[in-house]
């Protein structure tokens, strides 16, 4: 027979070591960070949904100081935007008349010396709203399937409850 203090202080052990495996384990998961460089060159959109005739803002960072920024909506020059000291850049367009709702690309270029350029995704709707709406109802309500089942397991329980105490009197 094990003696308990050496038991404890086995089970002490393992929790000790499993605890510092999971702790290792999370911090090999986070992201490394390298001071002196910033996030790489991108552009975000404000709103990725539209409504024709609306407007959109692109934005853009980490792009080279005081270069002029060309953005595109779906193949042609919307506008160009000049990157400000900290390397951000930013440009609001209305959506040129007659787009048709559909999905569409906003492309800029000359962010960085050297070429290259970012896009990111825009939905173009029509109508006044950028929401879809309420979805249709297509189903039946679990609550009342739910409902019933605890109301059966509750009686199930009262139920044996009661036979397991009639069976203890019986006996007596």
Same mark, same amino acid.
């Not at 959109?45 to 692109?58: F, Y």
């Not at 850049?89 to 008349?97: H, I, K, N, Q, R």
């Not at 679990?142 to 203890?168: H, I, Q, W």
């Given at each position: 027979?094990?003696?308990?203090?050496?038991?404890?202080?086995?089970?002490?052990? #393992?929790?000790?070591?499993?605890? @510092?495996?999971?702790?290792?384990?999370?911090?090999?998961?986070?992201? &490394?960070?390298?001071?002196?460089?910033? =996030?790489? =060159?991108?552009?975000?959109?404000?709103?990725?949904?539209?409504?024709?005739?609306?407007?959109? %803002?692109?934005?853009?960072?980490?792009?080279?100081?005081?270069? %002029?920024? %060309?953005?595109? @909506?779906?193949? $042609?020059?919307? $506008?160009?935007?000049?990157?400000?000291?900290?390397? &951000?850049? #930013?440009?609001? @367009?209305?959506?040129?008349?007659?787009?048709?709702? $559909?999905?569409?690309?906003?492309?800029?270029?000359?962010?960085?010396?050297?070429?290259?350029?970012?896009?990111?995704?825009?939905?173009?709707?029509?109508?006044?709203?950028?929401? &879809?709406?309420?979805?249709?109802?297509?189903? #039946?309500? %679990?609550? &009342? =399937?739910?409902?019933?089942?605890?109301?059966?397991?509750?009686?199930?329980?009262?139920?044996?409850?009661?036979?397991?105490?009639?069976?203890?009197?019986?006996?007596?």
């Amino acid at each position: 027979m094990i003696p308990r203090s050496l038991s404890k202080a086995v089970l002490l052990c #393992s929790v000790l070591l499993l605890s @510092f495996g999971f702790a290792s384990a999370a911090s090999a998961q986070g992201t &490394t960070t390298v001071t002196g460089y910033g =996030p790489p =060159p991108g552009i975000t959109v404000d709103d990725s949904t539209v409504v024709q005739g609306g407007n959109i %803002t692109v934005r853009g960072q980490s792009c080279t100081v005081g270069s %002029t920024v %060309t953005v595109t @909506f779906a193949g $042609g020059q919307v $506008g160009t935007a000049l990157v400000g000291a900290n390397g &951000t850049w #930013s440009l609001t @367009f209305p959506v040129p008349a007659g787009t048709v709702p $559909g999905s569409y690309t906003v492309t800029e270029s000359g962010c960085v010396a050297g070429g290259g350029s970012q896009s990111a995704g825009v939905v173009v709707v029509s109508g006044g709203s950028t929401t &879809t709406g309420n979805l249709p109802y297509t189903g #039946s309500s %679990t609550d &009342t =399937p739910l409902r019933v089942g605890f109301v059966l397991l509750a009686v199930g329980s009262l139920l044996v409850f009661a036979a397991s105490r009639r069976k203890a009197a019986a006996s007596q």
